[in-house]
């Protein structure tokens, strides 16, 4: 049997993380406080409930422990957010992934044991102003505080030359881990002798300040 997933809050984002979940084949509980939220998500759920996530007797009855992972997708309640996590992990749920708002929420979510924490509204920030900075980039990932991965657009001059020409490594010192073809085709780890052609799209790995570097100069 697949893995079984709990989301607690079925707003526009815990509403996503249940759809993607189920599109992926798995098995879903959801539990909102909110009767319309339940009576929306009830022809896609089998088990879907309305409760307080607050309520430790009720997250009991429920049997959200017997769950793999827990997805709080809590928005604005802070407090719900944090005691709800709590107490998944105080009756033994064994991965529990928290959505944060801010800093501190983060800290708190980490301090009552949140195994994994989000930020999809700083995350997004963070990738709409690189690519409204940058024509050419496509997708910007930030994969630990020093390093991020980038899809953008070779440049230009780029075209026509093969890695080793570019003396890419050297010079920008970030890697180029795919290429993507204008036909869709992606060459993974591409060798130094593989050109690159007019419409690629390169995939590429690297620090924070090489990125940024390399981002200014082909922007
Ligand atoms: P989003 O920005 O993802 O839409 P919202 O804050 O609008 O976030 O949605 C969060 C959802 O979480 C709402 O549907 C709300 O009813 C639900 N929620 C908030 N507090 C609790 C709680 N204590 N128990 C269960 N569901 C809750």
């Known amino acids: 049997m697949g893995k079984q997933y709990v989301v607690i809050g079925l707003g526009r984002f815990g509403g996503s993380v249940t759809r993607t979940l189920l599109s992926l084949g798995y098995d879903v509980m959801g539990i909102d406080k909110d009767e319309k939220r339940v009576q929306e998500y009830a022809p896609i759920l089998s088990h879907v409930y309305q409760a307080d996530s607050t309520d430790e007797g009720v997250m009991r009855e429920l049997g959200v422990r017997n769950m793999d992972h827990a997805i709080v997708a809590i928005g604005e309640n802070l407090q719900a957010s944090i005691l709800t996590t709590l107490i998944l992990k105080d009756i033994g749920v064994k991965f529990v ?41 496509i997708e910007y ?25 570019l003396d890419f490594r050297a010079k920008y010192g970030c890697s180029v881990m795919a290429i993507r073809r204008r036909d869709n085709d992606l060459v993974v780890s591409p060798h130094a002798d593989d050109h690159i052609f007019e419409g690629d799209m390169l995939v590429i790995i690297g620090k924070n300040s090489d990125i940024t570097r390399f981002e200014r100069t082909f922007a």
Do not use: W
């Open 141 to 165: 990932l930030e994969l630990s505080p020093q390093h991020s991965l980038v899809e953008m657009i070779a440049p230009p001059i780029f075209c026509g030359k093969t890695l080793k020409s």
């Open 97 to 137: 992934t928290a959505k944060a708002t801010n800093d501190y929420h983060q800290r708190v979510l980490e301090g009552v044991g949140a195994d994994h924490i989000v930020h999809p509204e700083r995350d997004t920030g963070v990738r709409v102003a690189h690519q409204v900075t940058s024509k050419n980039m």
